[in-house]
């Protein structure tokens, strides 16, 4: 068995393996960059080392220093995480030839499905369906624009164009028309080669009614390969995922046998070792069916969803990667292996869905998950009335805590949220009211708008593809405010029940139930004669530290004080300013000053948070300044261009 192991990622990914390798007796070394000194898996590990500054490429992404950290540390064994180096082939070679133990698969492996067009072409080989589509050949007229065009035009529109060496969404984009496709083409390519260093391309046919499945498999030294049952990924927005779940909706028994079975021999085919996910895109336009589904790509590693598997299961993935990795044959046969009850999955996002999704960094001044489900009788924001939740399982996965940061240098993920429960629709139930109760401030988070998705009819009834949310986006985004009924709760916790004045204030009789709360921008006016319903005071989230209570509503979290304590809120900008949302670096400037624009138009892209964003004229009319250059470096709020209306 490994005796000491280095883990080579950071956040709730190596707080996650810690937790394993200590329940397994194992000493564990942590890595981390200049932003991450003060980090969760930092202190979690029994020993950490400094790799680098903050960005992961001078970090993180440094093969030579994390094998260096294992050699001073006296690591046995370095294990990837998920994501970073994880499917790095190159990184693996460089580990063994080190004498250390490479926890993850054989370095052949991962390189012989790194490639998305390589893996298709070895899939084919080994009998397992693959999506309609166009790989480029050897010759670079294959992969010229010209080419590609003329084939998407054979596919047929829509078509999708995918970076061979892409993943998490990166490189990915659906082409609609020929007049679209030029352009596109450009941008994937240009994101492609600033996330992997290839900006080759595939091209496939767009499928209509997709449905993300995808099935772990597991194989070890001993010839041994065991399949854990499908996911379904389908819940994704800008091809991220938002909402995992095993086992897949509507998936019937001679369906998965089929699908598993392709996995596996997906996984024989390139001698798997240890952890990994066979991809699968199912036309599910007249329900799952075995000849509709088909491969898209392997995973060589864990993925970001694995506890789904893990809840249904009852197996532990990262403890199988550190046996197998150690040699052992894998814990269980296939026929050992069942599905006990239903687990889903949502990932916490540190974004602000009402302006667009736009990445929310900072401090986490305000951080708590509940341990457990509270009882939900009342409708949500919609008026959809909700049944009560009955008991299930929480699981929690995270790498921040409360005094915490959100870093821009990385994924803004937050946490994990898990529910197992007996049926999908209480594992839906009780997964969104974990997410409702979620207390999370300043930074804003996609909570509101994933709980809501888990209680939509159609999610209940099954009804998904991976354009759901786009479909339903109107229902799913909303700014949640705070009800008069929250205030009168927020100013009961302000009250000495014997005055029933505020703590701290003194009013006249004739004012004695009125209660001025700031949140920090609003003062708000609460009425303690207000008479409220049990199910308004089960609803929402309100717990009072010293003169501060904070009040939870749906994922929304508020501070609120007394007003007399509060600031004043800041001036807002010029209408017409154009300010950076986020820090990051403009890829690409589209005008020149003087320029006339129009509403809508482009103006320039920024580059932030390993995603694209392009800034668009608020109105018609001309560029009266442009601060902003191709290349340039810029902090939040920096103002880019500024646009002057037009003179009649």
Not at 196 to 208: A, H, P, Q, R, S
Request: net charge negative; glycine share 8%.
């Amino acid at each position: 068995m490994i005796r000491s192991l280095l883990i080579a990622n950071r956040g709730e990914i190596a707080c996650r393996v810690i937790r394993t390798a200590r329940t397994m007796g194992i000493r564990t070394v942590a890595v981390y960059s200049d932003a991450d000194a003060r980090a969760l898996h930092v202190r979690q590990a029994d020993e950490a080392v400094r790799i680098g500054p903050a960005p992961a490429a001078e970090s993180y992404l440094r093969g030579d220093a994390l094998i260096e950290a294992a050699r001073a540390t006296r690591a046995e064994a370095i294990h990837p995480g998920y994501g970073f180096l994880s499917e790095n082939a190159d990184f693996a070679e460089a580990v063994v030839a080190a004498g250390l133990i490479w926890v993850g698969p054989k370095p052949q492996s991962i390189r012989a499905m790194g490639l998305k067009d390589a893996a298709k072409k070895l899939m084919i080989d080994a009998g397992v369906p693959v999506t309609p589509g166009y790989i480029p050949g050897p010759d670079p007229e294959d992969g010229s624009p010209e080419r590609l065009l003329a084939e998407a035009e054979r596919i047929g529109w829509p078509v999708l164009i995918k970076a061979v060496a892409g993943g998490g969404g990166k490189g990915m984009r659906k082409v609609e028309t020929a007049s679209e496709f030029l352009p596109a083409l450009e941008s994937c390519r240009r994101e492609a080669r600033a996330s992997f260093g290839n900006d080759e391309v595939l091209l496939e046919k767009w499928i209509t009614s997709p449905r993300h499945i995808e099935v772990q498999v597991f194989g070890d030294t001993h010839g041994n390969v065991v399949h854990l049952f499908e996911r379904d990924c389908s819940l994704q927005r800008r091809h991220q995922k938002v909402i995992e779940e095993a086992p897949a909706p509507g998936m019937g028994e001679d369906t998965r046998e089929a699908i598993c079975a392709a996995a596996v021999r997906a996984a024989r085919a390139v001698d798997y070792v240890g952890a990994g996910t066979i991809e699968f895109i199912a036309d599910a336009s007249e329900g799952l069916r075995a000849d509709r589904i088909f491969f898209m790509e392997m995973n060589t590693r864990l993925q970001v969803e694995h506890p789904v598997t893990e809840e249904i299961t009852g197996v532990d993935l990262v403890e199988w990667q550190l046996r197998v990795a150690a040699g052992e044959p894998l814990p269980l046969r296939q026929d050992e292996l069942k599905i006990d009850g239903w687990a889903m999955e949502a990932r916490i996002y540190a974004e602000d869905p009402v302006k667009g999704f736009l990445p929310s960094t900072g401090k986490l001044d305000r951080f708590g998950l509940p341990p457990t489900i509270r009882p939900l009788r009342v409708a949500d924001a919609h008026g959809r009335k909700l049944e009560e939740t009955p008991p299930g399982l929480v699981r929690v996965e995270t790498g921040v805590e409360q005094g915490g940061e959100i870093s821009p240098f990385y994924d803004p993920m937050i946490a994990k949220v898990i529910c197992h429960a007996a049926t999908r629709r209480d594992a839906a139930a009780g997964l969104s009211r974990v997410l409702w109760d979620a207390q999370v401030w300043p930074v804003k988070t996609n909570a509101t708008f994933v709980g809501t998705a888990l209680v939509h009819p159609d999610f209940l009834a099954g009804r998904i593809d991976t354009g759901f949310i786009e479909r339903h986006e109107q229902d799913l985004v909303y700014d949640v405010e705070p009800p008069a009924w929250l205030l009168t709760l927020v100013a009961e916790r302000h009250v000495d029940d014997r005055s029933r004045a505020p703590a701290g204030f003194r009013l006249n009789a004739a004012r004695q139930t009125q209660v001025r709360l700031s949140d920090g921008r609003d003062v708000h006016v609460a009425d303690l004669a207000r008479p409220l319903m049990y199910d308004q005071r089960q609803f929402a989230l309100v717990t009072r530290e010293g003169g501060t209570t904070w009040a939870t509503l749906q994922g929304a979290t508020w501070r609120f004080e007394p007003a007399r304590y509060a600031g004043a809120a800041g001036g807002g900008a010029h209408d017409g300013d154009i300010l950076a949302p986020m820090p990051g670096k403009v890829i690409a400037v589209d005008v020149a000053e003087g320029d006339k624009v129009a509403a809508g138009q482009r103006l320039l892209v920024l580059e932030a948070m390993k995603m694209e964003h392009a800034l668009t004229a608020p109105f018609d009319g001309i560029v009266a300044e442009l601060a902003a250059r191709d290349g340039q470096q810029v902090q939040v709020e920096a103002l880019l261009a500024r646009i002057e209306p037009a003179e009649a």
